[in-house]
């Protein structure tokens, strides 16, 4: 039975757990990327860009808008900020699982989209979050940098290496955005993963449930649930996909069973059935999901969860005629108070306050067939071009469960002596964690911090927030670094971190293969 565990590679937070699992014949990359969707209006007010005109000030989004365009400096104003996060961590109800909204405009569905963190009602210790945040993205990223490595090199039979322990997203709480759904007529809020391809929920009757705070969804209860036989194509295709052969259940009539592994103990198991799926207005019907009879993890209270991934059980393939293959997020600061958004369709005039949209392919790989691999060409920091050999090589990976940007060394190092020769004056700190560049800002209200902007094949380019460029690794300014990190080896892969995602607006076309960023801030409403 473990041997088996693992029949549909539909991923798992790689945010922190990607795994590899290996049976006899099959290695399977498993992999979850989380989606950091979210929300901010309240940012705005701490954005401000370099050009003192009283509008600026007012206007967050105007300013950010701006500073992006003509400068080349972002104002971040310290004492703003922490007070905003401490605001934000400190007045949160338990109410939040309760209904989020949806909106449908023209050709889009919108979902809602909020951190699991503003329904925790929990006080918490920022320091030991920090650190503890930094740690698990450490350990995820060196994780997946050895499956990496082992799925594309010639000695792929060195089991050493496929079998360095697995840290999980889950765990780690790092799938933290949710959304509610409607299935079977009944609403439930589900954790938001681009790395996974199954949707599943916990259904009656459960062997195994962890606490979730809606009702539990019922088949039996629903005449629009229908269950799947294991010799239907819908549960050869997915075998096929994840080159299992399959688990049929032992009863009569023989159901589709799955198990989705999340490699650090967190599992969920059970059927696959159809049913009736409403994201927000929009109605699908015989959507397939997994009806999660056995499930262990840390889901944090949600009913279960969506995967965005590519294949063809994923929600985005099984949408793709209503909302053409394409999806967009937009990930607000964590330490923002509002709810951001999750867009399904490709109308970008549903995009609110985002600047015009440039995209850039995504690189196939084919032995890594569910990462987003972008073509980087180069890094610039104010006005000034990085230099490195590695620019254009080989992909970079875009990944909304990393939470910080991870750089070759020698982009890592250019990356950051040009931006200490540009924030210069400012008394150092010592390192936190992965973050080797740190200042003590204590006797700063307000910064300028360079603009950082990443440059794509195509001419795509993404300017990293003011939001996204220091890492503040205290309640105060002592310690605030910068948000990037170096990896080991000039080969391993780069990884475009969430912490640098936020407001902008992401767009995952996977039929057109090519991935879109403007600016925005994010917000619902
Ligand atoms: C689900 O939530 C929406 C939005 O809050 C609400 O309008 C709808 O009535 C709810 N549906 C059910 C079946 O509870
Ligand atoms: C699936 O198996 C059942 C019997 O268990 C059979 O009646 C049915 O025709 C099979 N369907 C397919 C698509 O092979
Ligand atoms: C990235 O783009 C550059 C410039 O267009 C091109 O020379 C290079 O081959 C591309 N690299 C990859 C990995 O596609
Ligand atoms: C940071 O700077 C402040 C003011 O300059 C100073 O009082 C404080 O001791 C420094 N903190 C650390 C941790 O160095």
Known sequence: ????????????????????????????????????????????????????????????????????????????????????????????????????????????????????????????????????????????VRSLQSRMKSLTSRHKDDASEAQIPLTSGIKLQTLNYIVSVELGGRNMSVIVDTGSDLTWVQCQPCRICYFQQDPLFNPSLSPSYKSISCNSSTCRSLLFETGNSGICSETAPQLCNYVVSYGDGSYTRGELGLETLNLGTTSVSDFVFGCGRNNKGLFGDASGLMGLGRSSVSLVSQTSTMFGGVFSYCLPSADAASAGSLVFGGDSSVYKNSTPISYTNIIPKPQLPTFYFLNLTGISIGKVALESPSFGKSGILIDSGTVITRLPPSMYSALKSEFLRQFSGFPSAPGFSILDTCFNLSSYQEVDVPEIKMHFGGGAEMVVDVMGVMYFAKSDPSQVCLAVASLTYEDDVGIIGNYQQKNQRIIYDSKGYKLGFAKETCSFA
């Open 1 to 140: 039975m473990a041997a088996r565990l693992v029949m549909l590679i539909l991923a798992s937070s790689f945010s922190y757990s990607h795994l590899l699992l290996r049976t006899s014949k099959v290695r399977l990359l498993v992999f979850s990327l989380l989606l950091f969707l979210g929300c901010s209006t309240s940012t705005n007010n701490i954005i401000n860009n370099n050009n003192n005109n009283n509008d600026d000030v007012v206007n967050g989004v105007e300013a950010g808008k701006i500073s992006s365009t003509h400068h080349h400096v972002l104002k971040l104003n310290l004492r703003a900020f922490l007070e905003q996060r401490t605001a934000v961590f400190s007045s949160n109800s338990n109410s939040c699982f309760s209904q989020r909204s949806s909106r449908q405009t023209k050709g889009a569905t919108i979902l809602e989209l909020i951190h699991r963190d503003h329904c925790s009602g929990q006080k918490i210790n920022w320091n030991d979050k920090a650190k503890k945040t930094l740690i698990s993205d450490n350990a995820r």
